[in-house]
């Protein structure tokens, strides 16, 4: 008796007579146990596969039926099914399942020296496929990352037979099986390289020629790239042959140097849609409505449906008239449809503040005098202001610049009817494209020869998507990936689609799905799942990690589906790792989301916050190891943490990170997870002083605080408390910190350990942030006291670190000394650690205060040089001003103004104008007292030093 899944699952007798097993349910148990043959599968795993994450009341009796069913049979063969503890065991020969006969094979295959014996090999093997692998059982997801991971392994073992069958001439033989995969998975560039190589090897190099060159133009039209070097050195095996014909012949394009963008005033604009279309008429109305000859304070609204192309059309008109804005341009997504995570109007207001010039400390926190103040930077400024997606009138008004020359330009798929009456709006309806534009589109993609041929078709496949360009596209590109395909084939398949998915609407929202859904029946099982997942993700970009955290695989199988996405233009790599999704995409993966039960859309979002848990959590614990007192073990553990082997890669992890960990502390709070929520704000805090992000981080700390307060637990309110006490410091809101450090002090007892240690911390620098110092020296003392009953030395760094800080206030230099250094021996194995270089600045400053001038400027120049290893820029900012209070006192004025020119340098940066302003007029009056020598000649080259030293 032998077990067939790669095909109709089934039983066959010793005569090759199939034996049919009724029932999808009864086959999935069978597929299971063959697949597992010799090894226990455990109870849970066959309700997985039967039923996903619902199994019914009576489901351990039903899978004990089928169980006895499938013995029925198998009595009088060699395999049988045992029962264990834990479930059923199916004991045989493996090779009876022509699963594992077909992984011995393409084994030996693999070890097998000849090529011609191996080629028989993988012959053997991909001949016992006989249909699709497993499609006959429940269409569950454990059934589909199966099948998914079979497939894959039969187009490894194609490309493996095809290698061989080339090394011994017989390419030729490959071609039925690699056209079938081209057919399924065009954009594959392994799967065109060979078969432009067999072709050539059968005597075809017109028709290899041909392939190379519809897979180049496919690969630039759906993704902007260029054939990478296995299909480039398929193309030069066939240019070499003497059999080409030279008319045919062309070399692989060179990529071109990329050209430097213009920089504006503000920020760049969004990147050009490629392949861009029609709209004349469009673009001559914004000229007219926001262009040279615009009327004060023109306000235009592009409105119109989901991949009607308005984004793209506003971005190509902003392009052409940018130059006509004298200070530059502001744009921003604001996501209004995003049903996960929609952009906060005071958030974006506090965005464009940045932009505008502002210090974080400048900005204020509540949204109506954000709006005052950016009327007010507005007023003077000739600006273009384009916002994109915006979901309702309520959430741009604020927005709205007040120089009369400015300009606005915003897209919505509402009518936003209210900016008509209030502000005068001028309002565009983009409609779909008319019929010759988008055959033109059409055109690009297919070449005006092949929609010559079937014009009839082609104008029914242009109406069927509803002429809006993002369908087109998606239809065009399927198109040419088969050539062999008529207009009218692909035209059926989309007409069936529709009677079985929403029909086609005026609105053309269906069209776009339906596109989608045509696109997603292409993808392999992890990466179908991982578009719905992505739902969860609330921040505008998912590298590989998070990508394995949400689908609980392996970092291999993640960049694989990120990659399958990227192929098929649902996702674009924004950088290297690094992938961003369109609004649309996200709304699509939402009602996929929306399909699956709560239960398992709840434990997508707690995967995404223990990932988030353990990947701050590495990072804090670089920046202060004593955080790491707080952490909790997470539920599903991550299967890779992004790699943070320093200070320096932490920051800039967090830096990319920070709006995702923000929103998802505020999703969490919003779905009730809160002890994971508070806590990753937490964690968070730290990264945030590290990055100089203090307006975001109080906007983090806020959610966690309210996450804290939920859980009842007291300790977690006081932690949160007292971080959202440091961070208003940093905000400068003395006062208000010192509020909460008291009742964050008060609120811990004895038995909370590390949160009263804490929080004593926090509460003794408030006090002397107000002036305090006698109060704030006696609780730093206490907390000292506390701190050696408990025994926490890592702790203790950071208490002996404030601890010196207090005694270099009061004057107490020796004592300030001891704690410096004490925090210093302790914090050792972590030399770039935040109070490990505060306790080093301290250092420094007691040596001067006892008159040891010399190491004191060994203490602080080792100081900057750790900030600047370390990349933490806010630290490294108020390093170089204090050192350069150092040199001035000293008697070294023009090394004290370089230093200086290096903090405003820095403030700069981070986008701290208003340090970076007063310290600038610091260092221009230190300037003007200097000999003229020393002035024009000194300070640029030590100016220069500290530049160079820094970016090192």
Request: charged fraction near 25%; aromatic fraction near 4%; include cysteine.
């Given at each position: 008796m032998?077990?067939?899944?790669?095909?109709?699952?089934?039983?066959?007798?010793?005569?090759?007579?199939?034996?049919?097993v009724?029932?999808?349910?009864?086959?999935g148990v069978?597929?299971?146990?063959?697949?597992?043959i010799?090894?226990?599968?455990?109870v849970?795993?066959f309700y997985?596969?039967?039923?996903?994450?619902?199994?019914?009341?009576?489901?351990?009796?039903?899978?004990?039926?089928?169980?006895a069913?499938?013995r029925?049979?198998?009595?009088?063969?060699?395999?049988?099914?045992?029962t264990r503890?834990?479930?059923?065991?199916l004991?045989?020969?493996?090779?009876?399942?022509?699963v594992?006969?077909?992984?011995?094979?393409t084994?030996h295959?693999?070890?097998?020296?000849?090529?011609?014996?191996?080629?028989?090999?993988y012959?053997?093997?991909?001949?016992?496929?006989e249909?699709?692998?497993?499609?006959?059982l429940?269409?569950?997801?454990?059934?589909?990352?199966?099948?998914?991971?079979?497939?894959h392994a039969?187009?490894q073992?194609?490309?493996d037979w095809?290698?061989?069958?080339?090394?011994?001439?017989?390419?030729?033989?490959?071609?039925?099986?690699l056209e079938?995969?081209?057919?399924?998975?065009?954009?594959q560039?392994p799967?065109?390289?060979?078969?432009?190589?067999?072709l050539?090897?059968a005597g075809r190099p017109?028709e290899?020629?041909?392939l190379?060159?519809?897979?180049?133009?496919?690969?630039?039209?759906?993704?902007?790239?260029?054939?990478g070097?296995t299909?480039?050195?398929?193309?030069a095996t066939?240019?070499?042959d003497?059999r080409?014909?030279?008319?045919?012949a062309?070399?692989?394009d060179?990529?071109?140097?990329?050209?430097p963008?213009?920089?504006?005033?503000?920020?760049p604009?969004p990147?050009?849609?490629p392949?861009?279309?029609?709209?004349?008429?469009?673009l001559?109305?914004l000229d007219?409505?926001?262009?040279?000859?615009?009327?004060?304070?023109?306000?235009a609204?592009?409105?119109?449906?989901?991949g009607?192309?308005?984004?793209?059309?506003?971005?190509?008109?902003a392009?052409?008239?940018?130059g006509?804005f004298?200070d530059?341009?502001l744009?921003?997504?604001?996501?209004?449809?995003?049903p996960?995570?929609p952009?906060?109007?005071?958030?974006?207001l506090?965005?464009?503040?940045r932009?505008l010039?502002l210090?974080?400390?400048?900005?204020?926190?509540d949204?109506?005098?954000r709006?005052?103040?950016?009327?007010?930077?507005?007023?003077?400024r000739?600006l273009?202001?384009?916002?994109d997606?915006v979901?309702?009138?309520?959430?741009?008004?604020?927005?709205?610049?007040a120089?009369?020359?400015?300009?606005t330009?915003?897209?919505?798929r509402?009518?936003?009817?209210d900016?008509?009456?209030?502000e005068?709006?001028?309002l565009?309806?983009?409609?779909?494209l008319?019929?010759?534009d988008?055959?033109?589109?059409?055109?690009?993609?297919?070449g005006?020869?092949?929609?010559?041929?079937?014009?009839?078709?082609?104008?029914?496949l242009a109406g069927?998507?509803d002429?809006?360009?993002?369908?087109?596209?998606?239809?065009a590109?399927?198109?040419?990936?088969?050539?062999?395909w008529?207009v009218?084939?692909?035209?059926?398949?989309?007409e069936?689609?529709?009677?079985?998915?929403p029909?086609l609407?005026?609105?053309?929202?269906?069209?776009v799905?339906?596109?989608?859904?045509?696109t997603?029946?292409?993808?392999?099982?992890?990466?179908v799942?991982?578009?719905a997942?992505l739902?969860v993700?609330?921040?505008?970009?998912?590298?590989?990690?998070?990508?394995?955290?949400?689908?609980?695989a392996?970092?291999?199988?993640?960049?694989?589906?990120l990659?399958?996405?990227?192929?098929?233009?649902?996702?674009?790599?924004?950088?290297?790792?690094?992938?961003?999704?369109h609004?649309?995409?996200?709304l699509?993966?939402?009602?996929?989301?929306?399909?699956?039960?709560?239960a398992?859309r709840?434990?997508?979002l707690v995967r995404?916050?223990d990932?988030?848990?353990?990947?701050?959590?590495?990072?804090?614990?670089?920046?202060?190891?004593?955080?790491?007192?707080?952490?909790?073990p997470?539920?599903f553990?991550?299967p890779?943490?992004?790699?943070?082997?320093?200070?320096?890669?932490?920051?800039?992890?967090?830096?990319?990170?920070?709006?995702?960990v923000?929103?998802?502390v505020?999703a969490?709070?919003?779905?009730?997870?809160?002890?994971?929520?508070w806590?990753?704000?937490?964690?968070?805090n730290?990264?945030?002083?590290?990055?100089?992000?203090l307006?975001?981080?109080?906007d983090?700390l806020?959610h966690g605080?309210a996450a804290?307060?939920?859980t009842?637990?007291?300790?977690?309110?006081?932690?949160?408390?007292?971080?959202?006490?440091?961070?208003?410091?940093g905000?400068?809101?003395?006062?208000a910190a010192?509020?909460?450090?008291?009742?964050?002090?008060?609120?811990?007892?004895?038995h909370d350990?590390?949160?009263?240690i804490y929080a004593?911390?926090v509460?003794?620098?408030?006090?002397a942030?107000?002036?305090?110092?006698a109060?704030?020296?006696?609780?730093?003392?206490?907390?000292?006291?506390?701190?050696?009953e408990l025994?926490?030395n890592?702790?203790?760094?950071?208490?002996?670190?404030?601890?010196?800080?207090?005694?270099?206030?009061?004057?107490e230099?020796p004592?300030?000394?001891?704690?410096?250094?004490?925090?210093r021996?302790?914090?050792?194995?972590?030399?770039?650690a935040?109070?490990?270089?505060?306790?080093?600045?301290?250092e420094?400053?007691?040596?001067?205060?006892?008159g040891?001038v010399?190491?004191?400027?060994?203490?602080?120049?080792?100081?900057?040089a750790?900030?600047r290893?370390?990349?933490?820029?806010?630290l490294?900012?108020?390093v170089e001003?204090?050192?350069?209070?150092?040199?001035?006192?000293?008697g070294?004025?023009?090394?004290?103004?370089a230093?200086?020119?290096?903090?405003?340098?820095?403030y700069?940066?981070?986008?701290?104008?208003?340090?970076a302003?007063?310290?600038?007029?610091?260092?221009a009056?230190?300037?003007?007292?200097?000999?003229?020598?020393?002035a024009?000649?000194?300070?640029?080259?030590?100016?220069r030093?500290?530049?160079?030293?820094?970016?090192a």
């Amino acid at each position: 008796m032998r077990i067939r899944l790669l095909g109709p699952t089934e039983l066959r007798a010793a005569d090759g007579r199939g034996i049919p097993v009724p029932g999808a349910k009864r086959r999935g148990v069978l597929a299971l146990l063959a697949l597992e043959i010799g090894r226990c599968v455990r109870v849970e795993r066959f309700y997985h596969l039967l039923w996903d994450e619902a199994p019914p009341a009576q489901a351990k009796a039903v899978l004990q039926g089928h169980v006895a069913a499938l013995r029925k049979h198998l009595t009088g063969t060699a395999l049988t099914v045992e029962t264990r503890s834990a479930g059923y065991l199916l004991t045989g020969d493996p090779e009876a399942v022509d699963v594992h006969r077909f992984r011995a094979l393409t084994a030996h295959a693999g070890e097998e020296p000849d090529d011609g014996a191996a080629a028989g090999r993988y012959g053997e093997a991909l001949r016992l496929w006989e249909g699709d692998a497993l499609a006959d059982l429940p269409d569950t997801e454990l059934r589909r990352d199966l099948a998914g991971r079979l497939e894959h392994a039969h187009e490894q073992t194609v490309h493996d037979w095809t290698e061989r069958l080339l090394r011994i001439g017989q390419g030729a033989t490959a071609l039925p099986v690699l056209e079938q995969q081209l057919h399924t998975e065009w954009l594959q560039e392994p799967t065109a390289a060979l078969l432009v190589r067999c072709l050539h090897q059968a005597g075809r190099p017109a028709e290899a020629l041909r392939l190379y060159h519809r897979s180049r133009s496919g690969l630039a039209t759906e993704l902007g790239l260029r054939p990478g070097p296995t299909l480039q050195a398929a193309l030069a095996t066939v240019l070499a042959d003497e059999r080409a014909t030279a008319g045919h012949a062309r070399a692989p394009d060179r990529a071109e140097p990329a050209r430097p963008l213009p920089r504006p005033a503000v920020r760049p604009l969004p990147r050009r849609t490629p392949g861009f279309v029609g709209r004349t008429a469009e673009l001559g109305w914004l000229d007219r409505a926001c262009g040279a000859e615009r009327p004060d304070h023109a306000l235009a609204v592009v409105i119109g449906a989901a991949g009607a192309g308005k984004t793209a059309t506003v971005v190509r008109w902003a392009h052409t008239a940018a130059g006509g804005f004298r200070d530059g341009h502001l744009h921003h997504d604001l996501r209004g449809f995003d049903p996960a995570h929609p952009s906060d109007p005071a958030e974006v207001l506090g965005r464009f503040l940045r932009m505008l010039g502002l210090a974080e400390a400048e900005i204020p926190e509540d949204r109506a005098r954000r709006g005052a103040l950016y009327r007010e930077l507005t007023a003077e400024r000739e600006l273009l202001v384009l916002l994109d997606n915006v979901r309702s009138a309520a959430d741009v008004t604020e927005l709205l610049p007040a120089g009369p020359r400015s300009a606005t330009v915003m897209t919505s798929r509402n009518s936003l009817e209210d900016l008509i009456v209030t502000e005068g709006a001028a309002l565009l309806r983009l409609e779909a494209l008319p019929e010759t534009d988008a055959l033109d589109l059409l055109a690009q993609v297919l070449g005006e020869r092949r929609l010559a041929a079937e014009p009839a078709a082609a104008r029914r496949l242009a109406g069927l998507c509803d002429h809006l360009p993002l369908a087109l596209r998606i239809a065009a590109a399927r198109l040419a990936a088969q050539p062999s395909w008529t207009v009218g084939q692909l035209i059926a398949e989309v007409e069936d689609e529709r009677t079985r998915l929403p029909a086609l609407d005026a609105l053309g929202g269906v069209s776009v799905r339906s596109a989608l859904n045509l696109t997603l029946r292409r993808l392999p099982p992890a990466a179908v799942r991982l578009v719905a997942l992505l739902a969860v993700a609330p921040g505008p970009e998912i590298d590989v990690p998070t990508a394995a955290a949400l689908l609980a695989a392996p970092p291999g199988e993640a960049r694989r589906a990120l990659g399958a996405l990227t192929a098929h233009h649902l996702l674009t790599e924004t950088a290297a790792g690094r992938y961003g999704r369109h609004d649309l995409i996200r709304l699509y993966g939402r009602e996929l989301l929306d399909a699956d039960p709560p239960a398992r859309r709840h434990r997508a979002l707690v995967r995404l916050l223990d990932y988030y848990l353990a990947a701050a959590g590495a990072g804090a614990g670089l920046l202060q190891p004593h955080l790491t007192e707080f952490e909790r073990p997470v539920a599903f553990p991550p299967p890779v943490l992004p790699e943070l082997p320093d200070v320096r890669s932490a920051l800039d992890w967090f830096r990319a990170e920070e709006p995702t960990v923000r929103a998802l502390v505020a999703a969490g709070t919003a779905a009730g997870e809160d002890e994971r929520s508070w806590l990753l704000a937490f964690l968070a805090n730290c990264l945030y002083f590290g990055a100089g992000q203090l307006t975001d981080r109080l906007d983090c700390l806020r959610h966690g605080l309210a996450a804290a307060t939920r859980t009842g637990d007291p300790a977690a309110r006081a932690l949160l408390e007292a971080a959202t006490a440091r961070a208003l410091s940093g905000k400068r809101r003395p006062a208000a910190a010192l509020v909460l450090a008291r009742r964050a002090e008060e609120r811990t007892r004895e038995h909370d350990g590390p949160a009263q240690i804490y929080a004593m911390g926090v509460l003794a620098v408030a006090l002397a942030d107000r002036g305090d110092l006698a109060e704030a020296l006696r609780l730093s003392d206490a907390t000292v006291r506390r701190l050696d009953e408990l025994g926490l030395n890592r702790a203790g760094a950071a208490v002996l670190s404030n601890a010196a800080t207090l005694a270099n206030l009061s004057g107490e230099g020796p004592t300030a000394l001891r704690d410096a250094r004490e925090a210093r021996r302790l914090l050792a194995p972590y030399p770039h650690a935040t109070f490990h270089l505060l306790a080093l600045v301290e250092e420094a400053q007691a040596l001067r205060l006892l008159g040891r001038v010399e190491e004191s400027e060994r203490a602080w120049l080792e100081a900057a040089a750790r900030c600047r290893a370390s990349a933490a820029r806010h630290l490294e900012a108020a390093v170089e001003q204090r050192f350069a209070d150092f040199l001035l006192s000293t008697g070294r004025p023009a090394e004290a103004a370089a230093r200086l020119r290096t903090a405003v340098e820095l403030y700069g940066e981070l986008g701290d104008t208003g340090s970076a302003a007063e310290l600038g007029a610091r260092a221009a009056a230190i300037e003007r007292e200097l000999p003229p020598q020393t002035a024009t000649e000194r300070i640029p080259r030590a100016a220069r030093i500290g530049r160079s030293a820094r970016t090192a």
